[in-house]
């Protein structure tokens, strides 16, 4: 059953990868706004390096937590920007949460992702509304987390959680980043959503059929 999960973390990834490369300059323009502008080729360099290292680590024989953990840390060590850092050390947080044991119900995919928050977090120091991917990752994970207690079906539970993230991701237009280097350009960036919260809402949304399936 671990394998099974594993090859569905590997496919979330691949569609993780192709929806990267899609937005890949438009991450990158929403970046320039405030930023420095290489949003885009900073995730394309992370799920890059995170599907090569899942691949290998699933050929191997690794079960889905071993293969989050390996795609976090290729995603940490490759990816560079604070986005690199935040990203995979949270699908490591992800992938030691879920074990290799699992087929994940969805009370334990929530409690992975709830890791994987734990972790943005306690690095980052964002809160809601200081403009950051936190935005869309707390209600994805709230949302998430509710569900499974109700027994909401996991496609249709991270699906609407998803949807939380991505309307969440829409509002944070409207604010000034209190975190990261788009701070000193606050004001430039008021009328733009934050693009690590955009790319956040997006990676999960196209996750939604095989982490959830
Ligand atoms: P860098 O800012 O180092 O160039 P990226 O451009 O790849 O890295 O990522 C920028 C994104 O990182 C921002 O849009 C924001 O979502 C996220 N971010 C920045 N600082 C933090 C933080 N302290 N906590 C969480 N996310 C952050
Ligand atoms: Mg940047
Ligand atoms: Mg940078």
Same mark, same amino acid.
């Given at each position: 059953?671990?394998?099974?999960?594993?090859?569905?973390?590997?496919?979330?990834?691949?569609?993780?990868?192709?929806?990267?490369?899609?937005?890949?300059?438009?991450?990158?323009?929403?970046?320039?706004?405030?930023?420095?502008?290489?949003? /885009?080729?900073?995730?394309?360099?992370?799920?890059?390096?995170?599907?090569?290292?899942?691949?290998?680590?699933?050929?191997?024989?690794?079960?889905? /937590?071993?293969?989050?953990?390996?795609?976090?840390?290729?995603?940490?060590?490759?990816?560079?920007?604070?986005?690199?850092?935040?990203?995979?050390?949270?699908?490591?947080?992800? /992938?030691?949460?879920?074990?290799?044991?699992?087929?994940?119900?969805?009370?334990?995919?929530?409690?992975?992702?709830?890791?994987?928050?734990?972790?943005?977090?306690?690095?980052?120091?964002? +809160?809601?509304?200081?403009?950051?991917?936190?935005?869309?990752?707390?209600?994805?994970?709230?949302?998430?987390?509710?569900?499974?207690?109700?027994?909401?079906?996991?496609?249709?539970?991270?699906?609407?959680?998803?949807?939380?993230?991505?309307?969440?991701?829409?509002?944070? +237009?409207?604010?000034?980043?209190?975190?990261?280097?788009?701070?000193?350009?606050?004001?430039?960036?008021?009328?733009?959503?934050?693009?690590?919260?955009?790319?956040?809402?997006?990676?999960?949304?196209?996750?939604?059929?095989?982490?959830?399936?």
């Amino acid at each position: 059953a671990s394998r099974e999960y594993a090859a569905r973390c590997l496919s979330a990834l691949d569609a993780a990868r192709d929806s990267l490369h899609a937005a890949e300059t438009k991450l990158g323009d929403m970046d320039a706004i405030a930023g420095d502008g290489d949003h /885009g080729r900073g995730m394309v360099r992370g799920i890059d390096a995170a599907t090569a290292a899942a691949a290998a680590a699933a050929r191997q024989g690794a079960g889905a /937590g071993s293969v989050l953990i390996a795609a976090g840390d290729a995603w940490a060590d490759k990816a560079g920007g604070t986005s690199g850092v935040l990203w995979g050390a949270g699908l490591r947080a992800f /992938g030691e949460a879920l074990g290799d044991q699992v087929s994940p119900d969805v009370s334990q995919l929530a409690a992975g992702v709830a890791a994987f928050t734990d972790r943005i977090t306690g690095l980052g120091k964002a +809160a809601p509304g200081d403009k950051t991917m936190v935005d869309a990752l707390v209600p994805f994970t709230e949302t998430l987390t509710r569900l499974a207690a109700d027994g909401t079906e996991p496609h249709q539970a991270w699906a609407a959680a998803a949807v939380e993230a991505t309307v969440a991701a829409q509002a944070t +237009a409207s604010l000034r980043p209190l975190k990261g280097r788009a701070r000193p350009l606050a004001e430039k960036s008021v009328g733009t959503p934050d693009p690590g919260a955009t790319s956040l809402a997006m990676i999960f949304t196209v996750m939604a059929p095989s982490l959830a399936g």
